[in-house]
């Protein structure tokens, strides 16, 4: 069965660091997100991505965090100046469509420890 | 504004039993979906009800939508050890944004 690949399983920096998540979604997918979970909390949205461009991102995706498609099957976040609030389970999800019935598929996350 | 809150937060349950979750919402939706999480690990799809339909089932999964209330429940049925894990609704507003609820942890002791 087709999956999404999320690269590192976990990355441990020092704050004000730059981080680069990356992610590998299904194929034959379109719609591109990343989300965050702090231990024990919330899913919580950060970005949805299509056709190269964003098409939402939440109060939470500040100018620390971009996105980019840099080939025709990764997806990265990076996350500039790292800060200790930073610090959760990032998970990349893709889907065939951006809405309707659609249903997402998530990666295993990346875990990512500011220090 | 949040939407989709899950209650209760966690559920202890016995094998075999029963467990019920809600999630309430406080949007219109085009639909609604249901995730578990394993410890640790990535959200797994279970069910999506569309906005225009009351009840789905899938396997020991029931899912019940009520858009007058904003509000939807998960039922399985027949609880197995192997059903601990974290639950959560997502919902969808057709708007490439899919907002999950904080989740409810079930632990179905053996």
């Known amino acids: 069965e087709p999956e999404v690949t999320q690269t590192p399983s976990h990355q441990v920096t020092q704050m004000g660091q730059e981080v680069i998540l990356r992610c590998v979604p299904i194929?034959?997918?379109?719609?591109f997100y990343w989300y965050r979970q702090i231990l024990g909390q919330k899913v919580e949205f950060l970005v949805s991505?299509?056709?190269?461009?964003?098409?939402?991102k939440s109060e939470i995706f500040d100018d620390q965090f971009s996105v980019e498609r840099p080939d025709g099957s990764n997806f990265t976040l990076k996350i500039r100046s790292t800060k200790l609030e930073d610090s959760a389970m990032y998970f990349c999800?893709?889907?065939?469509?951006?809405?309707?019935?659609?249903?997402?598929?998530f990666g295993a996350g990346s875990r990512l420890t500011v220090l | 504004s949040q939407q989709g809150e899950e209650d209760p937060q966690a559920l202890s349950i016995q094998e075999g039993e029963n467990a019920t979750m809600n999630c309430s919402y406080k949007?219109?939706?085009?639909?609604l979906q249901w995730y578990r999480q394993n410890s640790g690990r990535g959200l797994v799809h279970l069910i999506l009800?569309?906005?225009?339909?009351r009840e789905k089932h899938s396997g020991r999964l029931r899912v019940t939508l009520d858009t007058s209330k904003k509000s939807s429940s998960l039922l399985i049925t027949a609880s197995r050890a192997a059903d601990t894990a974290s639950y959560f609704c997502?919902?969808?507003?057709?708007?490439?944004?899919?907002?999950f609820g904080t989740g409810t942890r079930l632990k179905v002791l053996a």
């Open positions: 999800a893709s889907s065939e469509r951006g809405s309707g019935a659609n249903v997402l598929t």
């Open positions: 009800i569309r906005s225009n339909e």
């Open positions: 194929s034959n997918h379109l719609y």
């Open positions: 997502a919902t969808d507003k057709g708007t490439y944004k899919y907002i």
């Open positions: 949007t219109s939706i085009n639909n």
């Open positions: 991505f299509y056709n190269n461009e964003i098409s939402e």
